[in-house]
């Protein structure tokens, strides 16, 4: 261990006076350096990059080797599988990354420090979001346009490519890339709400995964009621899917869009119940 | 500063703080003292603004603490040396709290170097000692070179030389005019450190004091006297509104009376002593007086004594 000194009072302050009451710019700073300094995200960002890009590649390969030299794959849906792992692969590691993102703090304790640094709690949460959403859009778009090009280009070799100028598959590129980032900020709420990783995850896998199944166990007339609204299940395909080539989607469903507002509902409805419920008890 | 008035915190029909006021001036180290489960971490916890009082305030600097202006430049913190992220470097969490309140990285580095964290600076802290990780949380409660410090049990676990550092530490905090709050349940420990006593068993205030006065105040603190002229002295002592009590060693224990009061009335009357001597009660047997009291006769004796 160095040497210890003991703090002498310089004469002047140590620490200059704010040039503004610190609030949700400084807070986002702060999350940043949170975000970027402890491995865990990175390893979860390289796990989703590697599982959505990793998926496409494998599919579109083992799918052009089911076709053999004589066929080609002409009227082939070549869109949604090269997403499927960005979205439902990611969606499972992204989940974790966003829960951590407050869940860490309670594991740790590191929340009392959080919050006696910033009281304005909050702040705390929706930079919290912030943060999350910008690194995740960062990564989360550029993943699935890369993981849409390697299946693309692997397509190519039997024709069934499809190009972003295509009906609907730029919409559907697009919105893999930005659902993504919603099921990790439902994730954020949830652990918010339950501020333990366990218990957030597992409720979060229980409500995109298993609500959906349990409702098809529903009179089939109640399933079609709120299918549309649920976070997950038949509800993404709209989302991934073109609609093009016998991709059409439920009726009962909304459109793309539609689904896509349904599950950022979902987190703004998680994230605000968080930011109150974080307001409300004792940390 | 910090006021409490009326503070009151209950978990269902159970009560951890009861009822506390009480200031916690600038320039002296006041220690809070309790035994384990008193309610002191919950007392620093509503003060911070962590837990919401069930009745009462608490104020700091005047305002509740989710109003301070830059919470970081008003007050510093040490609650639980390992509430931070063990996979974070001690830089990076220094630097990300000094980032919440516009702190400059320079302030990072000072603060560092002041609790001499300089050599693990980019180490992840899971893999600090106690000590270490005590270092980082006070490097931390420092960064915004606040009027006002906390600290939950600092000495806890650390080595001697730990101890001593902190124990220079708040003196030197307090030196500079700053408000030092210190909890512990060491009483050998807040004896060295503290200049001001807040007292709370079972939740409630036991006594507010000087920590010379609360020594004082107990019963074990007295003038030995050994003296051939046994009745003499007494009738003195009592005329001047002593009390004197055999004790062990054929000596009297004089009570009410100072040292010097004692042998200027010996000497007044002509009493031969033979020996005449302060005995000092330590802060814990003070502090073990006390909390018996406050454990037999619960509230109905409210020991409060003003500085």
């Not at chain 1, 598959?169 to 893999?176: P, S, Y």
């Not at chain 2, 802290?125 to 600092?154: V, W």
């Amino acid at each position: 261990m160095a040497a210890l000194t003991t703090p002498q009072r310089p004469a002047a302050r140590a620490v200059p006076a704010p040039a503004r009451r610190p609030g949700l710019v400084d807070v986002t700073g702060s999350e940043f350096i949170k975000i970027r300094s402890v491995r865990s995200t990175y390893f979860t960002l390289i796990a989703f990059i590697l599982a959505g890009i990793g998926f496409s590649v494998l599919f579109a390969a083992g799918q052009v080797s089911h076709w053999g030299n004589s066929q080609s794959g002409i009227g082939f849906n070549a869109t949604t599988p090269t997403l499927i792992g960005v979205v439902m692969l990611g969606e499972l590691i992204i989940v974790v990354l966003g829960a951590l993102t407050i869940t860490s703090e309670y594991g740790t304790g590191m929340i009392s420090t959080s919050l006696t640094v910033m009281p304005r709690r909050v702040v705390l949460l929706a930079a919290k979001a912030i943060v999350f959403t910008a690194v995740m859009l960062a990564v989360s778009l550029p993943t699935s346009f890369a993981a849409y090009f390697a299946g693309q280009a692997i397509f190519a070799t039997k024709h069934a490519s499809t190009t972003l100028s295509d009906p609907n598959v730029l919409r559907a590129v697009l919105l893999a890339g930005l659902v993504v980032p919603l099921f990790g900020l439902l994730a954020l709420g949830l652990g918010a709400i339950i501020r333990h990783t366990a218990g957030a995850i597992t409720s979060l896998l229980g409500l995109i995964f298993l609500l959906p199944l349990l409702a098809q166990a529903l009179p089939n007339s109640w399933y079609q009621a709120i299918a549309r609204w649920l976070p997950g299940g038949e509800a993404l395909h709209p989302i991934i899917t073109t609609g093009q080539s016998g991709q059409a989607y439920s009726s009962y469903l909304f459109g793309a869009w539609g689904e896509f507002a349904v599950i950022a509902g979902w987190a703004a409805a998680a994230l605000i119940l968080g930011g109150w419920l974080l307001y409300r008890r004792d940390a | 500063m910090i006021e409490a008035r009326g503070l009151t915190k209950r978990y269902g029909d159970k009560v951890a703080v009861d009822d506390l006021s009480f200031s916690i001036k600038p320039g002296r180290v006041t220690g809070f003292l309790g035994p384990n489960g008193a309610g002191k971490t919950t007392t620093m916890r509503m003060i911070l603004g962590l837990d919401r009082p069930s009745a009462g305030t608490v104020t700091v600097n005047g305002k509740p603490f989710a109003g301070l202006y830059s919470p970081m430049r008003e007050v510093g913190a040490l609650l639980d040396a390992k509430a931070m992220h063990g996979g974070r470097s001690a830089y990076s969490h220094l630097h990300c709290l000094a980032r919440t309140n516009g702190i400059p990285r320079r302030r990072v580095d000072e603060v560092i170097g002041l609790v001499g964290l300089e050599e693990v600076r980019k180490k992840r802290a899971k893999g600090f000692s106690l000590g270490m990780g005590q270092r980082l949380g006070i490097a931390a409660a420092l960064l915004g070179d606040p009027e006002i410090l906390m600290f939950d049990e600092p000495v806890n676990g650390l080595d001697p030389e730990g101890i001593r550092w902190i124990r220079t530490l708040m003196r030197s905090l307090a030196a500079e005019g700053r408000t030092v709050f210190v909890s512990s349940h060491l009483m050998s420990e807040m004896e060295h450190t503290a200049d001001h006593l807040v007292v709370i068993g079972r939740g409630k205030l036991i006594a507010e004091a000087a920590v010379t006065d609360f020594i004082a105040g107990s019963t074990l603190s007295c003038v030995q006297v050994r003296t051939p002229q046994r009745d003499e002295l007494e009738l003195a002592v009592i005329a001047a509104g002593g009390t004197v009590q055999p004790g062990g060693d054929g000596e009297l224990e004089i009570r009410g009376l100072d040292v010097a009061q004692v042998g200027e009335i010996a000497h007044h009357h002509g009493v031969l002593l033979h020996l005449l001597a302060p005995a000092r009660a330590s802060l814990e047997e003070a502090f073990m007086e006390l909390t018996a009291d406050s454990v037999e006769f619960h509230a109905t004796t409210h020991a409060t004594t003003e500085a």
